[in-house]
């Protein structure tokens, strides 16, 4: 774990001792020296750390310490580095106003001061480079440096849960029947190609329970069968040796061989099984993979030998799953935790399988509810958890105690422990950028559904994310996340129209593991008023109960290195922020977040103090005046002022070189839960944030008119989305299409109106649509659809809203093949007739139509959106039959009608004559007011 805090240094923090050209060469050769013994000890950290987490490990306690070690050392470099440029920012400025004679002593005090400061870091810099050697030496000196593999150290016994699931009866696995149905379907289809299940879900899930329960059922089938656990240190070798141990299959050498020998050795064995399989139809379960060479590495020996071969695999990685596919037809099964009902069933028969029945006493329903709950569906947990109740007297003191105490039973608990080890092995799995990428989630409080953008932008600004060539930090980070959905360590919550994850979250115990590890390694400490306070070297605080805490934070806090600090809460901050003394106290920050803490009315005036600051929000707070020092935060990359009350922006702001971010949106409900968008005022000159890469929402204002607005925007040529919003009649024509013409990466495009039912938009003089652009909005009335919007082929989003549109826009827009949403809402199409011909939209998944005053008809031919998955129709009041056509739409998922005239309801119910064209849709909503 020490390896995240020294990947850290390696990678982001050592380079910018190495720009700092004003050092010594002296001082560059100890910055490489300390790099150099970094790198050798960074090689054998990950194992060191985990010998030091090992309990059956008679070296644990000095190795716990090594590592602690090498932990400091790499905070103490972070510190010297951000303490040593905040420094450099705060030294006194030269001023001419002083006159010459003045104007020369500051400038001899500045540089007095500056020769101060990097004896200063040179003096530190060799104390460091001093620790990083006695580290090295002592490892030498004890042996630490020979740790080679952890899968050999652990010779302390301990309660795994995982093993009884082979030897369950059938009578006791609870909820996953139908699982099992689906995956017997695929392993008995009557295919003669081979092809692989593979069964894949977090640790605990029950994949084995699984896996197993199908094997038994289909190996009667079979010519030949073979159930082999992997593991995460699995050797080739070893795998094929059990191979043909599972076929009966006589050795082919003896065991002392050269490397030549090894490799025809492999040869052999591959070639003896594909032997014995040539005619058979064979299945092969492998449990527990986790490594994308797995297949490479049995590929070959379970050869297609088109007799109907079958593997099954069980992983908590889907790119395990998704390598198979080079060469095998693949079955991904993704399993889910249990819903409420089967985890109560399997608690209960667990908790009380000798007892009352196997039914929950009433006295003890409460508490057993909750502690279900906590579970969260996780098999392992639940038959743990409720094994270990068991044992205990059936009191209701007893179930309390483990409620209330769970965290700590999780962790001490010799019948719980196993729980959080298994759930470890996916953490313990993950590179170094990965296990700090996981750990933030922790910092979010329990159920929070946590939005995927924001969660990015703070990995960037804590520097978490690795620079790749041709790809943005963003982009890079959405590959972080991805990865960490694909290893069953995030759960999606929400997806975007374009597949992206939009929000996620974590399992409750997969949160409280990350929260022990975090607060071990000093990464970081979610905190409670009523808590201990964080470490010294604690680098990161958030905190979801803050009715009094930063108001004595000053004086319970003893460290002055955080470099996060997340507020959830959403009441009880007052103004406490403008006591000037904000900045001392945390004056190394680099993430600052009040967002949806709504009682935030300011922010600290001292703000512009945080030289480090990258990320700050005031989402969702009352804060409605940005200090003039926020100019002063130049390294700022986002600043997030969505749903808050800022409506205008200070000039300073153009001064911040580094800004990505700039969100800013307060939405207005109107009538029919229509809704107004409005943007934030900038000042003249804001076309200086070159770095500007999304910009939502903006608008003119008395000091900068449209034509001043579109100047400034034309120079913000990095933007990939930008929104403006609130523009008034005749605005945005000519001067809008010039700006965007400018904007070559643009990805989403939102324009909006005032006043919906004036001419607004003249779009027609676009000349090259930006070819990136995927989202786009427009809000007010057009003459027409501008033809540039056939030539968008990557779009998948086009909303429409009060566009007064007299022709069938589906006519234009047929053609645009990656269309996944289309919404036209607020009389955007003033038509009599909607017409989806065959082989229009082959993306389409949602279609929303709104308050179409004047449509009466929608035909929708055989072949038209075969994908459609939502079909949502609000008051559209002359629409009085069922859609023509809508019995076509084979998967649709979800038909939504709302404000509907009576006909249409009508034809819709059971007794109606047109109810049958609608029967197969899983889901169908009427909102009738």
């Known amino acids: ?31 490489s020296e300390i790099k150099y013994e970094l790198q050798i000890i960074q090689c054998f950290l990950k194992d060191a750390d985990w010998r030091a987490e090992n309990e059956g490990d008679t070296t644990r306690d000095g190795v716990k310490v090594w590592v602690e070690q090498v932990r400091e050392v790499s905070f103490q470099i972070e510190d010297v580095i ?64 020979s740790i080679h593999h952890q899968g050999n150290w652990d010779s302390h016994t301990w309660y795994d849960p995982r093993k009884g699931t082979v030897f369950l009866e059938e009578a006791e696995v609870v909820g996953i029947e139908s699982h099992g149905d689906k995956l017997i379907g695929w392993l008995m289809d009557k295919s003669r190609e081979r092809s692989v299940v593979a069964v894949v879900g977090m640790g605990g899930v029950g994949k084995t329970t699984l896996a197993k329960r199908v094997y038994d059922q289909v190996i009667g089938n079979f010519d030949c069968h073979a159930w082999i656990t992997v593991s995460e240190s699995y050797n080739k070798m070893e795998l094929l040796e059990k191979l043909m141990d599972k076929f009966c299959l006589p050795p082919c050498m003896g065991s002392n061989r050269t490397a030549m020998e090894e490799t025809e050795r492999e040869k052999l064995m591959i070639n003896s099984i594909r032997k014995f399989l040539k005619k058979k139809m064979y299945v092969v379960l492998f449990d527990d993979v986790w490594k994308v060479e797995f297949w490479s590495d049995i590929e070959h020996a379970l050869f297609d030998n088109k007799k109907g071969g079958r593997i099954v695999i069980t992983t908590r990685r889907q790119d395990v799953a998704d390598f198979c596919k080079k060469s095998s037809f693949v079955h991904v099964y993704m399993m889910k935790p249990l819903n409420l009902r089967y985890s109560w069933r399997l608690f209960c028969n667990k908790a009380f399988q000798f007892e009352f029945g196997g039914r929950c006493p009433v006295e003890l329903k409460n508490f057993s509810h909750k502690i279900v709950q906590r579970c969260k569906g996780l098999p392992l947990a639940i038959v743990a958890i409720a094994g270990l109740l068991s044992t205990k007297e059936k009191t209701v003191d007893e179930w309390r105690k483990l409620h209330d105490n769970l965290s700590s039973e999780l962790e001490s608990n010799p019948h719980l422990t196993g729980i959080t080890r298994i759930l470890s092995l996916s953490y313990n799995d993950l590179p170094y950028y990965l296990k700090s990428c996981f750990l933030y989630l922790g910092m979010y409080p329990e159920d929070y559904e946590i939005n995927c953008s924001r969660l990015i932008r703070q990995w960037i600004s804590e520097g978490f994310i690795a620079s790749k060539k041709d790809r943005t930090l963003e982009l890079v980070a959405q590959e972080y996340l991805t990865e960490l959905v694909n290893r069953s360590l995030v759960q999606v919550s929400k997806v975007s ?16 593991m990350s929260a022990t590890k975090m607060r071990d390694l000093h990464f970081g400490c979610p905190w409670q008023p009523y808590e201990s306070e964080p470490t010294r070297l604690t680098r990161r605080l958030s905190i979801d109960d803050a009715h009094y805490v930063l108001s004595t934070m000053r004086c319970r806090i003893k460290s002055r290195h955080i470099r996060s600090l997340l507020i959830f809460n959403k009441d009880g901050i007052r103004t406490i922020f403008l006591e000037t003394t904000f900045s001392a106290t945390f004056k190394l920050l680099k993430v600052l977040d009040f967002e949806g803490a709504s009682d ?13 600051l990258k990320y700050l929000s005031v989402a969702g707070t009352k804060v409605k005046v940005l200090p003039k020092s926020i100019g002063n935060l130049v390294k700022l990359e986002t600043l997030d002022l969505q749903h808050s009350s800022v409506r205008e922006l200070p000039v300073e702001i153009n001064r911040l070189q580094k800004l990505r971010h700039l969100l800013s949106s307060h939405v207005q409900i109107t009538l029919y839960n229509s809704f107004v968008l409005n943007g934030v005022k900038l000042q003249q000159g804001f076309g200086s944030l070159a770095a500007l890469q999304k910009l939502y929402y903006v608008e003119p204002n008395d000091k900068l008119g449209v034509d001043e ?11 990939k989305k930008l929104g403006i919003v609130n523009l008034k009649i005749r605005d945005g024509g000519r001067s809008l299409c010039e700006c965007i013409n400018e904007m070559k990466h643009l990805e989403s495009l939102r324009v909006s109106s005032v006043i919906i039912n004036e001419m607004v ?6 000349s090259s649509p930006p070819e990136f652009l995927r989202s786009l909005y427009f809000r ?51 038509g009599e007739k909607l ?29 038209a959106m075969p994908n459609l998955e939502q079909l949502f129709i609000w008051f559209c009041q002359r629409l009085k039959e069922v859609p023509f056509g809508i019995k076509h739409l084979r998967n649709l998922k979800k038909l939504c009608f709302f404000n509907i005239p009576p006909e249409l309801e009508k034809g819709l119910q059971p007794e109606g004559k047109y109810y049958h064209v609608v029967r197969h849709v899983p889901e169908v909503v009427f909102q009738i007011k």
């Open 497 to 512: 129209f374009g597949g992206k994850v939009k929000e996620c979250c974590i399992h409750d115990l997969l949160r409280e």
């Open 82 to 145: 951000d303490e040593y440029t905040l420094h450099l920012v705060q030294l006194p400025c030269h001023h001419h106003r002083h006159g010459r004679v003045v104007g020369s002593l500051h400038k001899i005090g500045r540089s007095v001061i500056k020769v101060k400061l990097r004896s200063d870091i040179v003096s530190h810099i060799q104390n460091i480079k001093a620790t990083v050697l006695e580290i090295k030496e002592r490892s030498a000196r004890y042996g630490f440096d």
């Open 600 to 612: 935030v009315n300011d922010l600290p005036k001292d703000i512009g103090n945080l030289f480090h």
């Open 709 to 719: 607005l579109m100047a400034e925007l034309r120079k913000l040529t990095q933007l």
């Open 835 to 863: 017409h989806f011909k065959q082989g229009v939209f082959p993306k389409l998944k949602y279609v929303y139509l709104q308050t179409m005053a004047q449509l009466n008809s929608l035909v929708i031919e055989e072949g």
């Open 780 to 830: 007010g009335r057009l003459r027409k659809l501008p033809e540039w919007i056939t030539k968008l082929r990557n779009l998948a989003k086009l909303e429409i809203r009060g566009s007064g549109l007299k022709d069938d826009p589906i006519k234009l827009l047929q053609n645009l093949h990656n269309l996944v949403m289309l919404k036209m809402a607020e009389c955007a199409y003033d």
């Open 761 to 766: 938009f003249d779009l027609d003089n676009l």
């Open 1 to 31: 774990m020490a390896e995240i805090a020294l990947g850290l240094v390696v990678d982001h923090l050592i380079p910018i001792l190495f720009q700092e050209a004003s050092l010594q060469k002296s001082v560059h050769s100890e910055v």
